[in-house]
């Protein structure tokens, strides 16, 4: 199936789920009304409730009103597509997928298996990220800083070889650039993409793993070295450490 499928799929899914209780919720309510109508009693005691009925309303909303909130909120989430079940999304700093979506909270699954709870309000007043709400597919970095001597085109040819046998790669992004070459190292970063997060991450701990180990077998001398250099001159209007003065504290 398609991405673009998938994600239909999940909107329609998450709308039919919240519009499923918000019928369940209705028919509740109503067919409590219904029978307890069905008492004389009842119809009396109705009469009297109706004629109050918007002093109790008033009450009422100042008493459910972060429920209510909570309610609408959901309603709105589901509607406007913002978030999705299934959906990855960082929230209060961490990484997770939308579990559940009910009309007062919404259940993040974090990478660690927990569940983090909010309410459907955080997602409506909050700013989150939402790294699949476009496509699912996402591209990740792997950065290694060596030696000057580093070979790219063989670590652009491993890494060709590499992604070619690993099946958490999709087969969309797979480049080696070198993104900085300052001071004693040259920072070589691999661009990589993925189907979903959960492959995203193990793709690019398999490449950083893979390429170490391939630069440790064949191309020892590219992994990162400091260098010292002697006989160096000093720089003009410097004063050599052998003829510094010393410096009396008293």
Request: charged content about 20%; overall charge neutral; glycine content about 8%.
């Amino acid at each position: 199936m398609s991405r673009e499928g998938n994600r239909q799929i999940r909107r329609i899914r998450t709308q039919i789920t919240l519009v499923r209780r918000i019928v369940v919720a209705a028919l509740v309510v109503l067919g409590l009304g219904a029978a307890l109508l069905t008492f004389p009693g009842a119809r009396i005691a109705g009469a009297g409730v109706l004629t109050s009925a918007g002093l109790i309303s008033i009450v009422a909303g100042l008493a459910a009103q972060s429920a209510l909130a909570n309610v609408f909120a959901g309603i709105q989430l589901a509607f406007t597509d913002a978030i999705r079940v299934d959906d990855v999304v960082v929230v209060e700093g961490r990484f997770g997928n939308i579990d559940e979506i009910t009309l007062t909270y919404v259940v993040v699954r974090v990478w660690d298996e927990r569940s983090l709870i909010l309410p459907s309000t955080y997602f409506t007043t909050t700013p989150f990220e939402n790294l699949t709400r476009q496509q699912a597919g996402m591209l990740g970095t792997v950065e290694l800083d060596l030696d000057w001597t580093v070979p790219v085109d063989d670590v652009r040819a491993r890494l060709r070889e590499h992604l070619a046998g690993n099946s958490r790669w999709d087969e969309r992004v797979g480049i080696v650039q070198v993104t900085d070459a300052v001071s004693s190292y040259v920072r070589v970063r691999i661009l990589v993409s993925a189907a979903d997060s959960p492959n995203l991450f193990d793709l690019r701990c398999d490449i950083r793993e893979d390429l170490v180990l391939f630069l440790q077998q064949h191309h020892p001398a590219a992994l990162p070295r400091l260098r010292v250099v002697p006989g160096v001159p000093p720089l003009p209007g410097t004063v050599p450490a052998q003829q510094a003065s010393p410096v009396t504290v008293g």
